[in-house]
């Protein structure tokens, strides 16, 4: 999240609107968004019901895989990446600076 952060005022800049989803309450994200000073929307799905929903719960560490999607203004999604390579927003960020472009 904090890499997202970093690049957040690229991301806006290419008409991208950052949120964090996590299986926390939404009190536990407020807290984790100030401690890691965080400033884009961090939403909560307490229970996992989407979570499971999209097939990214973990069993083995009862918790949700990571993921970052890119969802167009039409709802589709068009671009994803999942577990260690959603560490990174360097590829997200590119994406969203061409598609901008591209507009």
């Known amino acids: 999240m904090q890499n997202f952060q970093q690049n ?20 536990s994200n407020a807290a984790w968004a100030e401690k ?3 400033t884009f929307p961090l939403l ?6 989407v979570t499971r929903q999209y097939g990214l719960y973990n069993p ?9 999607y890119v969802i167009d203004k039409s709802g589709k999604v ?7 390579d959603a560490v990174d927003p360097t590829k997200i960020v590119t994406f969203c600076e061409r598609h ?4």
């Open 8 to 27: 957040l005022e690229k991301l806006e800049a290419a008409d991208t609107q950052v949120l964090g989803v996590s299986m926390d309450s939404t009190f």
């Open 36 to 38: 890691i000073a965080v």
């Open 44 to 49: 909560s799905d307490w229970g996992g019901d």
């Open 60 to 68: 083995k560490y009862k918790a949700a895989r990571r993921v970052n």
């Open 78 to 84: 068009v671009e994803m990446q999942i577990d260690n």
């Open 100 to 103: 901008k472009t591209k507009e």
